[in-house]
Nanobody, 122 residues
Framework: QVQLVESGGGLVQDGGSLRLSCAASGRTFNKYAMGWFRQAPGKEREVVAG????????AYADSVKGRFSISRDNAENRVHLQMNRLKPDDTAVYYC???????????????WGQGTQVTVSS
C-alpha cells in the first residue's frame, strides 16, 4: 500500500506557473506508475499526465501538452507536475494517483492523494 500527499497548489494569474509535488510513503514507490488527475466543479475527474515506474515513458492529455511536464524522483519518492502557461480552464483540484501501469483513466489508479487546489485567475 502507498499513501500519497500532494502539495504546491495555489492561486496564480493567467499565464503563470505552478509546480505540484506528490510525496509517497513506503519503500515500493518505484513499483508504481504515477499520474496526475484533476477535477473541476461539476465535471468528472480527468487524467492530466502519467509517468512509468522509472520515468521512461510519459503521457499527457491533449489539453496540457506542451504546457505541463511530469517527472519523478524515485530516490525521494516524489512525483512532480510542472505547469506552465496556466489558463483559467486549468482551475481544478489536482490529484496524485498510483497504479500498476500509467493511470490513463480513474479505473487504472489504485491509490489516490487528497488533492490540492489550483486556481487560475483571468
Amino acid at each position: 500500500q502507498v499513501q500519497l500527499v500532494e502539495s504546491g497548489g495555489g492561486l496564480v494569474q493567467d499565464g503563470g506557473s505552478l509546480r505540484l509535488s506528490c510525496a509517497a510513503s513506503g519503500r515500493t514507490f518505484n513499483k508504481y506508475a504515477m499520474g496526475w488527475f484533476r477535477q473541476a466543479p461539476g465535471k468528472e475527474r480527468e487524467v492530466v499526465a502519467g509517468i512509468s515506474r522509472y520515468g521512461g515513458s510519459t503521457a499527457y492529455a491533449d489539453s496540457v501538452k506542451g504546457r505541463f511536464s511530469i517527472s519523478r524522483d524515485n530516490a525521494e519518492n516524489r512525483v512532480h507536475l510542472q505547469m506552465n502557461r496556466l489558463k483559467p480552464d486549468d482551475t481544478a483540484v489536482y490529484y496524485c494517483a498510483a497504479g500498476q501501469s500509467i493511470p490513463t483513466t480513474t479505473r487504472r489508479a489504485d491509490y489516490w492523494g487528497q488533492g490540492t487546489q489550483v486556481t487560475v485567475s483571468s
